[in-house]
């Protein structure tokens, strides 16, 4: 019985490998061309990592800790309006490792990304818009909430706090609404409000990505 049960968890994970899988050899074209050296410098440590947690099969709370932390050394923060010229522009992975900087949507969009290639299954992700208490008063904020079980407590994965705590260790931080690439949802709960449609910035995103090789 164990062996059928590890049988079935090496399929699941290697359908979910399959469905979100990222083309380097695409992304390394695309990178070389429009940030030359250093992108592809950067790209080549994001397919190390990804290779490494592939081969040693981790656990999935190594994935979480490991990909948030190797996004917030990779990036640095910088606003929108400062990489783009544009007050609010969701950049896609690859955009986001070529440029080196990015705001806390980009962060966010990486690390789900890069998670759901590991194999972590889209309904245990959720990118949350949180209104987060800084020492300059309340802003608006993005991260990225991982779900152990579907009503487990989330681990929250943010640039601002670089390490991964539990949402109720989080008490700056007051949810909006969440979403995934599957639908949109009611703070962190799981209370759906419909598809995505509405979100045109990632939608937006989301069609970019997968034209750049995911």
Known sequence: ???LILVAKLILLLFFTALFAIDFNKMQSIISEKYGADGLKRLKAWEVLMSNLEQEQADTEIKVNRINEFFNR???WESDENIWG???YWATPLETMGKAF????????????SLLNSGVPIKQLRLVYVKAQTTTGEQAHMVLAYYPSPNAEPLILDNLVTSVRPASRRQDLSPVFSFNGEGVFSGTSSESKGGTEK???????????KNEGF
């Open 1 to 3: 019985m164990n062996n």
């Open 74 to 76: 990779q990036v640095t």
């Open 86 to 88: 544009d007050k609010d």
């Open 102 to 113: 990015g705001d806390c949507e980009d962060f966010s969009i990486a690390k789900y990304y």
């Open 199 to 209: 979100l045109s910035r990632w939608q937006d995103v989301m069609k970019r990505t």
